[in-house]
Nanobody
Framework: QVQLTDAGGGLVQPGGSLRLSCTVS????????VAWFRQVPGEEREFVAA????????YYADSVKGRFSVSKDKAVSAVYLQMNSLKPEETAVYYCAVGRPIISAMADWKMYYYWGQGTQVTVSS
């Protein structure tokens, strides 16, 4: 059974940093993409970043380029989202997800079929 476990959220001041982790178990994902999305209650899930497990480019939402970065540790089946210079409007529940979207659909949450439980990120002074 495929399972994704998100962790690393918390309360951080504006301008601060957090690193989220997503541990994947229960399958092999060499041909899959791993993505991060975020969601505020009452709003649609928003794309943050995505990368292919086997390598290649990483894609970022324009709003996070230059501040967020994705890394992988295949030895422990984990993907990380390093978030720097966080802003209050980035307060949300952050989710990792696994799927097999084509490149043009990497930002479409409907293309992902396995999801973590989400981790709350609050940016506030």
């Amino acid at each position: 059974q495929v399972q994704l476990t998100d962790a690393g959220g918390g309360l951080v001041q504006p301008g601060g940093s957090l690193r989220l982790s997503c541990t994947v178990s229960g399958g092999t994902f060499n041909s899959y993409a791993v993505a991060w999305f975020r969601q505020v209650p009452g709003e649609e899930r928003e794309f943050v970043a995505a990368t292919r497990w086997s390598g290649g480019n990483t894609y970022y939402a324009d709003s996070v380029k230059g501040r967020f970065s994705v890394s992988k540790d295949k030895a422990v089946s984990a993907v990380y989202l390093q978030m720097n210079s966080l802003k209050p409007e980035e307060t949300a529940v952050y989710y990792c997800a696994v799927g097999r979207p084509i490149i043009s659909a990497m930002a479409d949450w409907k293309m992902y079929y396995y999801w973590g439980q989400g981790t709350q990120v609050t940016v506030s002074s």
